[in-house]
């Protein structure tokens, strides 16, 4: 079984940092085969293994749990977000880059 260990991105829905703390570990099984139910249309899948998420506070952790059950893992390190301070005052700066256009 195959498992991928990574730290979630924020959703678009959130403006704070909330679900983001912890590191994930999912099964990840490629060799899974989804089915359209004919009746309503819905998909579904074989394998429900793809369903379960365990979640870490470190990423170690989460490493010496996919070691210790004999996982196939891999780790996706997480991106550090960029901030770009900016204030209304400096839509009036005299070192702004382009000129008001108005």
Known sequence: MEARIYKPA????????GNTKDWVLEFVNPAARRRTDPLMGWTGIDD???QVRLTFETREQAIAYAER???KFTVEEARERKRL??????NFSASRKQPWTH
């Open 10 to 17: 924020r959703s678009a829905m959130q403006s704070g940092r």
């Open 85 to 90: 301070v900016k204030s209304y005052s400096e």
């Open 48 to 50: 429900m293994s793809g």
């Open 69 to 71: 059950e004999g996982l």
